[in-house]
């Protein structure tokens, strides 16, 4: 069912569930999963703690629901851009700067991820993994095939396309630890340039090639 296919009252539902997940997110990246209660959720949100209720039975659902509904948004757009059929190096330099934005964006859910999961009860962080690890798998999945069309125009050297994928995946992924750990000293859209220079000049099957980001 589509949003236009939606009534009245299950649009105003779906907003009512956004506005509670994002209060909530607020509140576990000030305080951590762990010292805030759903009547405090309730509060921010401005919603009776009743109200909470009908939409999350307890706060690991609560929680589970603002996880997996912030990645999906990320998954939905990453998907858009390495499925469009354009230059394989385009796509990479498009889906760095995708990256990049998203966490400058979402400064508050990033942190909250990787601060909290560990933390969280087994049965909700087991859950995350596996249906987080699915988006994440996609993801890669993509990417490769950008790699593999790549290779084929001789653009990318010739290395397992999967590989390739991880790599990226590992080196924008150090740089987010970095900037978490430190924004001031390791700023991540000021390390952009760096991680495609790290990543690319060992990737791209000759030198010049690089010239494609424009």
Known sequence: MTAKQLSRKQKEKLRHRYHIIEAAL???????????SMREIAKKSEFAIG???TYFKNKEELYH???ICRAKRHHD?????LEKKDEPLKLVYEYIAARTKLFSDNTEGIRLYFAETSGIAYNIKASLNKELRELYDEIIKMLASVFEEGKKRNVF??????????SLE??????????LENPRKHPYDKNVS???????KGAVHRESDLGQKS
């Open 51 to 53: 109200t909470l209720y």
């Open 65 to 67: 629901a603002l996880m």
């Open 170 to 179: 590992g080196i924008i992924n150090a740089f987010l630890f970095l900037w």
């Open 194 to 200: 760096l991680i495609e220079k790290l990543f690319l």
């Open 157 to 166: 050297c010739d290395i397992d396309s999967f590989y390739l994928a991880t």
């Open 77 to 81: 757009l990453y998907k858009t851009i």
């Open 26 to 36: 607020t509140l576990f990246s000030q305080k951590g999963y762990h010292d805030v």
